[in-house]
């Protein structure tokens, strides 16, 4: 998990620090050339933000066509 997060918003790039070899040094990690970024961070590191009373959203429900050959993962079992 993360300690600390920046977002170099020049770049476009998140910058995640978190502790290494035992808690002894700090690594910085940066992925520039992978999209999407991401990490983990532990509950609670963030404040949670005021809720707005009035807010809303709007559900858009998109229609695609999916062939089977399009599909590129394939079920092998299921273990219930």
Request: glycine share 6%; proline share 9%; charged share 30%.
């Amino acid at each position: 998990d993360c300690t600390i997060l920046t977002v170099d918003t020049n770049e476009g790039l998140v910058e995640w620090t978190r502790p290494a070899l035992g808690g002894n040094i700090l690594a910085e990690i940066i992925s520039p050339n992978h999209r999407p970024q991401m990490g983990s961070v532990r509950p609670n590191v963030f404040k949670k933000p005021e809720r707005i009373a009035d807010s809303w959203g709007r559900i858009q429900i998109e229609q695609f066509d999916l062939k089977p050959e399009d599909i590129r993962m394939k079920r092998l079992d299921f273990i219930p």
